[in-house]
């Protein structure tokens, strides 16, 4: 079964960091790129960063420079590291995975993990 | 950057047609897709490359595009259609979410 698990939400004081991790299973990790989407609470969806399956990265204006995307091909995982935090970060933290073909539709979702910033 | 612009809410009665634009002026040179969002879930995939449909997306869910439109269209539509939906595009290394369409069955 496909399947993206994410981890490493919490809460965090403004300012502070964070780093989230996403486990990929039942499909070639190494094959496909990878994205995060975050929705805040009662909102839309919001495309956060993408790292392609062989490192390119890509990121929103929001967090460009604050947040950086990584990948690990070999243990099959996807990392969002999220330093100097705003309240306006609070959200829910999706992974997803983009279509093959580089067709930029993301056909496999997480659960999400929650990301609260505030003291 | 650029914008996809959706109604917030399309209110239809069951067995009805509903029809969802997105409007942006990336499409034409840009492919859309369509997500559904239900309550406390993760969103799902229903449309890619402005018309194609995953497997297991039922057949009422289909997809259009004309000029700088994309149109997702809901055949028949059920109590269980009602959620969310939001288009999506990407261009140059930007990925694209409109604001969301609440659709309501009623």
């Known amino acids: 079964e496909v399947q993206l698990v994410e981890s490493g939400g919490g809460l965090v004081q403004p300012g502070g960091s964070l780093r989230l991790s996403c486990a990929a299973s039942?499909?070639?990790?190494?094959?496909?790129?990878m994205h995060w989407v975050r929705q805040a609470a009662g909102k839309g969806l919001e495309w956060v960063s993408g790292?392609?399956?062989?490192?390119?990265?890509y990121y929103s204006d929001s967090v460009q420079g604050r947040f950086t995307v990584s990948r690990e091909n070999g243990d099959d995982y996807l990392y969002l590291q999220m330093n100097n935090l705003k309240a306006e970060d609070t959200a829910v933290y999706f992974c997803?995975?983009?279509?093959?073909?580089?067709?930029?539709?993301?056909?496999?979702w997480g659960k999400g993990t929650t990301v609260t910033v505030s003291s | 950057s650029y914008d996809l612009t959706q109604p917030s809410s399309v209110s239809v009665s069951p067995g009805q047609t509903a029809s969802i634009p997105c409007s942006g002026d990336?499409?034409?040179?840009?492919?859309a897709c369509w997500y559904q969002q239900k309550a406390g879930q993760s969103p799902v995939l229903v449309i890619y490359q402005d018309t194609k449909r995953p497997s297991g997306i039922p057949e009422r869910f289909s997809g259009s595009s004309s000029g700088n439109t994309a149109t997702l269209t809901i055949s028949g539509t059920q109590a269980m259609d009602e959620a969310d939906y939001y288009c999506?595009?990407?261009?140059?290394?930007?990925?694209?979410f409109g604001g969301g369409t609440k659709l309501t069955v009623l």
């Open positions: 990336k499409f034409g040179h840009e492919f």
């Open positions: 039942g499909f070639i990790f190494s094959d496909y790129d």
């Open positions: 999506q595009a990407w261009d140059s290394g930007v990925m694209k």
């Open positions: 790292i392609g399956f062989a490192g390119d990265t």
């Open positions: 997803a995975r983009e279509g093959p073909e580089a067709m930029h539709y993301l056909d496999v």
